[in-house]
């Protein structure tokens, strides 16, 4: 089992920044790929960003390309989405995902384990 716990969010303004982060803990020996998606209230689950632990490779969905960044520490078992330009569509509950193999980033199913998600909210 891995455990997954997201922070790092919270209430900014338009155009603000944020960081969150995915601590994981467990059996993190066996994992192929981190990826963060987001849930809008009655909108679908989106993906934003994946990464590779082994390559490092990161994929990202249409909507943070170019605003958001997505990135490993191997050293501590956290996965990082470092959120820029923040826009009120931004606004969601933003959860971290674990797969031990991984066809295809952008699929929640090929992910086995979650987080409970964490709040992001912009204003304007």
């Known amino acids: 089992q891995v455990q997954l716990v997201e922070s790092g969010g919270g209430l900014v303004q338009v155009g603000g920044s944020l960081r969150l982060s995915c601590a994981a803990s467990?059996?993190?020996?066996?994992?192929?790929?981190a990826g963060w998606f987001r849930q809008a209230p009655g909108k679908e689950r989106e993906f934003v960003a994946a990464?590779?632990?082994?390559?490092?490779?990161?994929y990202y969905g249409d909507s943070a390309k170019g605003r958001f960044t997505i990135a490993a520490d191997n050293a501590k078992n956290t996965v990082y989405l470092h959120m820029n330009s923040l826009k009120p569509e931004d606004t969601a509950v933003y959860y971290c995902?674990?797969?031990?193999?991984?066809?295809?980033?952008?699929?929640?199913?090929?992910?086995?384990?979650w987080g409970r998600g964490t709040q992001v909210t912009v204003s304007s």
């Open positions: 995902a674990e797969g031990s193999s991984v066809s295809r980033l952008s699929r929640a199913d090929d992910y086995d384990y």
């Open positions: 467990g059996r993190t020996f066996s994992r192929d790929a």
């Open positions: 990464i590779r632990w082994s390559f490092g490779s990161p």
